[in-house]
């Protein structure tokens, strides 16, 4: 299998870290589409990473598809199948759009100054806030957010607020603590330690 995608996009990290936790051999092709002469759009016409060539001549992209795909190939599941499987995907729609928010708020603060819109950067501020909010109640202090095992939902929200950390980095574990613990116990696992994209292990080595 080869995964296309550059190392700082969080779609491309939430896709290392699956292949990290069942076990899957792949080689990395670390091209963004942001690169001169890249093959990208070759391969997903939304011109967009993650794209995955299984090897057998399929090629997938959208990091949510690929990691149902990637599910597929074997245990440990990391999107149950039953009562569970929905919430699980509810915490990854959750953390999905809690990246969309802060990439959107990322680049809106690129724009030189006087094209930059202030309120697209609050309203993208809010879904953060309100999403991280929303994960406190909802992980109630459990070591894992749906049942007795790691699975998607907590790759998917460990990622976002990691991402949070790199790219919008404010206090919010004052307010949430027991989220910060969990986040914490999330972050030591060998497939989130390995995949820490450049620049951002200052942020994860902060004290707290
Ligand atoms: N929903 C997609 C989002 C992928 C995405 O936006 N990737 C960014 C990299 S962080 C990208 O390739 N952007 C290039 C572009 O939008 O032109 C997924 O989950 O894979």
């Given at each position: 299998?080869k995964l296309y995608g550059h190392l700082t996009s969080p779609y491309v990290r939430?896709v290392r ?10 080689t990395h092709v670390p091209e963004s589409p942001h690169d001169p002469g890249n093959h990208i759009a070759d391969m997903n016409p939304l011109g967009k990473v993650p794209v995955l060539e ?5 090629v997938?992209f ?41 990439v959107?708020?990322l680049l809106?603060g690129r724009r030189p100054?006087?094209q ?81 994209p450049p620049g ?9």
């Open positions: 299998m939430k870290i699956a292949l990290r936790e069942k076990n899957l051999r792949f299984t090897g057998d001549g399929r997938f959208d990091s949510g598809l690929i990691v149902e795909y990637l599910d597929e190939c074997g245990a440990p599941r990391l999107i149950p199948h039953g009562e569970e499987r929905w919430p699980v995907l509810q915490w990854h729609v959750l953390g999905s759009g809690m990246v969309d928010a802060v959107a708020r809106e100054p006087g930059r819109a202030q309120d697209l950067i609050d309203a993208q501020e809010l879904k953060v806030r309100r999403a991280i909010a929303w994960a406190d109640k909802a992980a109630q202090g459990r070591p894992y957010l749906i049942g007795e095992r790691f699975t998607l939902a907590d790759l998917a929200l460990g990622l976002a607020l990691e991402y949070v950390d790199f790219r919008f980095p404010h206090d919010w574990r004052s307010q949430h603590p027991r989220l910060g613990e969990w986040l914490a116990g999330i972050s030591a696992r060998s497939s989130f330690a390995e995949t820490v951002m292990e200052k942020v994860i080595d902060a004290p707290r």
